[in-house]
């Protein structure tokens, strides 16, 4: 704790100011940020401390930190990667955004900052389906970004219909679109969804995964099978000297 304690205050801060740059959220929201992120910042600090950054020359604090086994570096790996997964999920079920919403050609949304705009439909066939197809244009401060494009389908030989979701990732963050039914007046139901920093979880579990290796590599935490040589000369017999 008292190595930690300042981290801890940083992290706390850094929660806050998120919570307050996402235009808030449960409050609950702000003690699983500054989880996952002291767990980010403790991994680090740990390093930081173990080679003596500040308080011995740079020169070293950089033997010191090279020095330092691979179990170490995987340790913190696998608990930046614990934290990163953890932002991941307190982000996502804190600020993502749900629009279920009529729309015509030409009418838009907004979810996540981007202005989502439906170009209109378009029929289409495929190897052993057919399908209704909807274009959207995404834009950001009036300027088109990318384009997705969202599907109803009919696989004929089952007369199964299936939804194909237009999925766009910005970032650490993805944007689903979603088409329901159409309506009488020519429009058709749209499900929107901005899903932030979602990536985190899926990229928190590789990280800890990578620190389960490096930690693997370290020479120390493996058992060394005997060689060749001495298992030989183990079982070759002893030569009695002639008499």
Same mark, same amino acid.
């Given at each position: 704790?008292?190595?930690?304690?300042?981290?801890?205050? %940083?992290?706390?801060?850094?929660?806050?100011?998120? &919570?307050?740059?996402?235009? *808030?959220?449960?409050?609950?929201?702000?003690?699983?940020? +500054?989880?996952?992120?002291?767990?980010?910042?403790?991994?680090?600090?740990? %390093?930081?401390?173990?080679? *003596?950054?500040?308080?011995?020359?740079?020169?070293?604090?950089?033997?010191?930190?090279?020095?330092?086994?691979?179990?170490?570096?995987?340790?913190?790996?696998?608990? $930046?990667?614990?934290?990163? =997964? #953890?932002?991941?999920?307190?982000?996502?079920? !804190?600020?993502?955004?749900?629009?279920?919403?009529?729309?015509?050609?030409? /009418?838009? +949304?907004?979810?996540?900052?981007?202005?989502?705009?439906?170009?209109?439909? /378009?029929?289409?066939?495929?190897?052993?389906?057919?399908?209704? @197809?909807?274009?959207?244009?995404? @834009?950001?401060?009036?300027? /088109?970004? $990318?384009?997705?494009?969202?599907?109803?389908?009919?696989? =004929?030989?089952? /007369?199964?219909?299936?939804?194909? +979701?237009?999925?766009? !990732?910005?970032?650490?963050?993805?944007?689903?679109?979603?088409?329901?039914?159409?309506?009488?007046?020519?429009?058709?139901? #749209?499900?929107?969804?901005?899903?932030?920093?979602?990536?985190?979880?899926?990229?928190?579990?590789?990280?800890? +995964?990578? *620190?389960? &290796?490096?930690?693997?590599?370290?020479?120390?935490?493996?058992?060394?099978?005997?060689?060749?040589?001495?298992?030989?000369?183990?079982?070759?017999? !002893?030569?009695?000297?002639?008499?």
């Amino acid at each position: 704790l008292q190595r930690l304690y300042v981290v801890a205050a %940083l992290a706390f801060a850094a929660a806050l100011v998120f &919570f307050y740059l996402e235009h *808030g959220g449960p409050v609950m929201a702000v003690l699983g940020l +500054a989880a996952g992120l002291f767990l980010i910042l403790g991994a680090v600090a740990d %390093l930081w401390y173990r080679a *003596g950054i500040g308080k011995v020359k740079a020169d070293i604090a950089w033997r010191r930190l090279s020095g330092l086994p691979r179990s170490a570096f995987g340790t913190a790996l696998a608990h $930046a990667g614990l934290g990163i =997964t #953890v932002l991941g999920i307190v982000t996502v079920t !804190t600020f993502a955004t749900e629009h279920v919403i009529e729309m015509k050609p030409g /009418q838009s +949304a907004e979810a996540g900052g981007y202005g989502i705009v439906f170009d209109g439909m /378009q029929p289409a066939t495929g190897p052993n389906y057919t399908e209704d @197809r909807g274009h959207f244009s995404i @834009r950001r401060g009036g300027a /088109q970004v $990318a384009d997705t494009w969202s599907a109803k389908r009919l696989y =004929t030989a089952r /007369q199964m219909p299936t939804t194909e +979701a237009g999925i766009l !990732t910005f970032g650490l963050s993805q944007l689903y679109v979603s088409l329901g039914d159409a309506t009488h007046d020519g429009g058709i139901v #749209v499900r929107i969804w901005w899903k932030p920093f979602i990536l985190c979880i899926w990229g928190g579990a590789l990280v800890m +995964a990578l *620190g389960g &290796f490096v930690s693997l590599s370290d020479r120390r935490l493996r058992v060394g099978a005997p060689s060749r040589k001495a298992k030989m000369r183990a079982a070759a017999p !002893t030569m009695e000297p002639a008499e």
